[in-house]
């Protein structure tokens, strides 16, 4: 297995970096550099590449990073809270425990991006990319993931409440014990996705593509489900109370699922 190496920044780079003249470092190319621990909080970066660079636990708060190529860059623990992240390519980036608050990701490419810990609390993700990523125990609370696509990723224990997933796409998602409290999954499709145990109470699901999804043990109640599909869906031991609301014609006692 080849060993990763990184490119110290050239002097003039650094001196830049750590005098805090980041302001015009768009299209800047960073591409494999040791560059752990650095502030880049602000700079404007545009564009720049980052390929496989060494980002950890670096300051980016507030940073312009949009279209910036973050393709296997490593982010472990770095604050990226309020960032500009538009469009950006993070395919294969490592950002477990890194902050994301508030960070803009609209239409970026997190494909297989190991997001295990990071917060992402309020993040604006609308079309972005997520498939195969893995956000397990991420907190993504109040994030907007409109029209995302999280196929197939790891959402293993992660925090969604009053998130915003209208029709996005969670078809096979691993999301056992997943906290969607409240979170807005209108026209969402769930096909096939693992959500035993998670928490859906007063959560929004109408429209909902739940097809061959494992609901068991899920908390269900409040929920409003009228419309979902739930065909071959798996809802043993699900509970559910008298504000549950579900499709017309649905028995949920005969799916297995409790009254409380």
């Given at each position: 297995m080849a060993v990763e190496t990184h490119v110290v920044p050239p002097?003039?780079?650094?001196?830049?970096i750590r005098s805090g003249d980041v302001a015009h470092l768009a299209a800047a190319n960073f591409s494999k550099m040791a560059l752990a621990g650095l502030d880049f909080s602000r700079a404007g970066l545009r564009a720049a590449n980052f390929w496989q660079a060494d980002l950890t636990?670096?300051?980016?708060?507030g940073a312009d990073l949009q279209e910036a190529d973050l393709r296997g860059a490593m982010l472990q623990g770095a604050d990226l809270s309020g960032a500009q992240m538009a469009a950006a390519?993070?395919?294969?980036?490592?950002?477990?425990?890194?902050?994301?608050?508030?960070?803009?990701?609209e239409q970026a490419e997190l494909i297989e991006a190991d997001l295990q810990g990071a917060d992402l609390r309020s993040a604006y993700l609308f079309k972005a990319r997520l498939t195969a990523a893995n956000l397990?125990?991420?907190?993504?609370?109040?994030?907007?993931?409109?029209?995302?696509?999280?196929?197939?990723?790891?959402?293993?224990?992660a925090d969604l409440r009053f998130a915003r997933?209208?029709?996005?796409?969670?078809?096979?998602?691993?999301?056992?014990?997943?906290?969607?409290?409240?979170?807005?999954?209108?026209?969402?499709?769930?096909?096939?996705?693992?959500?035993?145990?998670a928490t859906f109470q007063q959560a929004f699901l109408r429209g909902a593509d739940l097809r061959g999804a494992d609901l068991s043990a899920a908390q269900l109640g409040g929920a409003?489900?009228?419309?979902a599909r739930l065909q071959r869906?798996?809802?043993?031991?699900?509970?559910?109370?008298a504000r549950t609301r579900w499709p017309i014609g649905f028995d949920p006692a005969q799916a297995g699922a409790v009254h409380a």
């Open positions: 002097q003039d780079l650094r001196d830049r636990a670096a300051q980016l708060v390519m993070l395919l294969r980036s490592r950002l477990p425990g890194a902050s994301l608050v508030g960070a803009r990701l397990a125990k991420a907190n993504l609370a109040q994030a907007n993931l409109e029209r995302a696509d999280l196929s197939h990723s790891n959402l293993a224990g997933l209208q029709a996005a796409r969670l078809q096979h998602v691993s999301g056992a014990g997943a906290i969607f409290l409240r979170a807005f999954l209108e026209n969402a499709d769930l096909r096939g996705a693992d959500l035993a145990a409003d489900l009228s419309g869906a798996r809802l043993v031991g699900a509970v559910y109370d």
